[in-house]
């Protein structure tokens, strides 16, 4: 039991770092840009608004535009 312990606690440390390097790294991009690549980069949609300050409801609307210009690029 105690090794699980340490490997969730060993998860969220990791997730906490990528999501920081991953911040550090956007700072500065258009919110658009930045909202994109943290959905390519699997967080959910409500941790994404509070990553970057910004509603849950704010986020749906960019990701539906970003989608609808993806499937318009594919044809």
Same mark, same amino acid.
């Given at each position: ?7 969730? !606690? *060993? ?6 770092? /990528? ?6 790294? &956007? ?14 980069? !699997? *967080? ?6 509070? /990553? ?6 704010? &986020? ?14 594919? !044809?």
């Amino acid at each position: 039991m105690e090794r699980s312990t340490n490997s969730e !606690g *060993f998860e969220s440390e990791l997730q906490k770092t /990528m999501k920081a390097s991953l911040l550090a790294q &956007i700072q500065g991009w258009k919110q658009r840009e930045q909202v994109e690549l943290l959905d390519r980069a !699997g *967080f959910p949609q409500r941790q994404i608004a509070l /990553m970057l300050g910004t509603s849950s409801k704010s &986020i749906s609307v960019r990701l539906a535009e970003i989608r609808k210009e993806a499937r318009a690029r594919r !044809g």
